[in-house]
């Protein structure tokens, strides 16, 4: 079983500055990483596949890297719509499963 | 553009069955790329994958290792949609449930229905 850490559980960002959130895959999973934007009330919403390809209709603010083991979802000048609990997955091994425990983004 | 509407009870008592349906436009639940999942989300769970249907040629269908022996995912072709029975509920299965797409791109969800909130209480 692949476990998935994301850090830091909470993030405190002013509007206008940038953002990075870690994911960590226990082993490798290559580039086979979905990252997704989850706001109350509301499905979490795909962002990222393939570590760094960003999903139909997701701002070019939005941006994934990285590979193996190690993750970042780095977001650019946020907006208040960004402030919201983000979760990585790794799709590598089955079942899809593998979620991170999510990093809440709020305002500081 | 694919949407799933979720419909069915909010309020299960303990032992029975937890019916939900999960009805699909812009895509066919018999494609032969796509695969119709049933995830829930809860405090002490987080995000959970529960099964998977899909049809290449004939029908099949997955779960997860913690509901199998109480779980069942139906395509219905008819009405383009699909279902979740989970039987012998308990207040532990209280949570979020949502239905979601994969595709032959990788088993990762791109489309998700609205979720609804299934509490399990007498």
């Given at each position: 079983?692949?476990?998935?850490?994301?850090?830091?559980?909470?993030l405190?960002v002013?509007p206008g500055e940038g953002a990075t959130l870690?994911?960590?895959?226990?082993?490798?999973?290559?580039?086979?990483?979905?990252w997704?934007q989850?706001?109350?009330?509301?499905?979490?919403?795909?962002l990222i596949?393939?570590?760094?390809?960003r999903?139909?209709?997701i701002p070019a603010r939005f941006s994934g890297?990285?590979?193996?083991?190690?993750?970042t979802l780095t977001i650019s000048s946020l907006q208040s719509e960004d402030f919201a609990?983000y979760?990585?997955?790794?799709?590598?091994?089955?079942?899809?499963?593998?979620?991170?425990?999510?990093t809440?983004l709020?305002?500081? | 553009?694919?949407?799933?509407?979720?419909?069915?009870?909010?309020?299960?008592?303990?032992?029975?069955?937890?019916?939900?349906?999960?009805?699909?436009?812009?895509?066919?639940?018999?494609?032969?790329?796509?695969?119709?999942?049933?995830?829930?989300?809860?405090?002490?769970?987080?995000?959970?994958?529960?099964?998977?249907?899909?049809?290449?040629?004939?029908?099949?269908?997955?779960?997860?290792?913690?509901?199998?022996?109480?779980?069942?995912?139906?395509?219905?072709?008819?009405?383009?949609?699909?279902?979740?029975?989970?039987?012998?509920?308990?207040?532990?299965?209280?949570?979020?449930?949502?239905?979601?797409?994969?595709?032959?791109?990788?088993?990762?969800?791109?489309?998700?229905?609205?979720?609804?909130?299934?509490?399990?209480?007498?």
């Amino acid at each position: 079983e692949i476990v998935m850490t994301q850090s830091p559980a909470t993030l405190s960002v002013s509007p206008g500055e940038g953002a990075t959130l870690s994911c960590r895959a226990s082993q490798s999973v290559n580039t086979n990483l979905a990252w997704y934007q989850q706001k109350p009330g509301q499905p979490p919403r795909l962002l990222i596949y393939g570590a760094s390809t960003r999903a139909t209709g997701i701002p070019a603010r939005f941006s994934g890297s990285g590979s193996g083991t190690e993750f970042t979802l780095t977001i650019s000048s946020l907006q208040s719509e960004d402030f919201a609990v983000y979760y990585c997955q790794q799709y590598k091994t089955w079942p899809p499963d593998s979620f991170g425990q999510g990093t809440k983004l709020e305002i500081k | 553009q694919v949407q799933l509407q979720q419909s069915g009870p909010g309020l299960v008592q303990p032992s029975q069955t937890l019916s939900l349906t999960c009805a699909i436009s812009g895509d066919s639940v018999s494609s032969n790329s796509a695969a119709w999942n049933w995830i829930r989300q809860s405090p002490s769970r987080g995000l959970e994958w529960l099964g998977r249907t899909y049809y290449r040629s004939k029908w099949y269908g997955d779960y997860g290792a913690s509901v199998r022996s109480r779980i069942a995912i139906n395509p219905d072709t008819s009405k383009n949609q699909f279902s979740l029975h989970l039987s012998s509920v308990s207040p532990e299965d209280t949570a979020v449930y949502y239905c979601a797409r994969y595709t032959s791109s990788g088993w990762f969800f791109d489309f998700w229905g609205q979720g609804i909130l299934v509490t399990v209480s007498s």
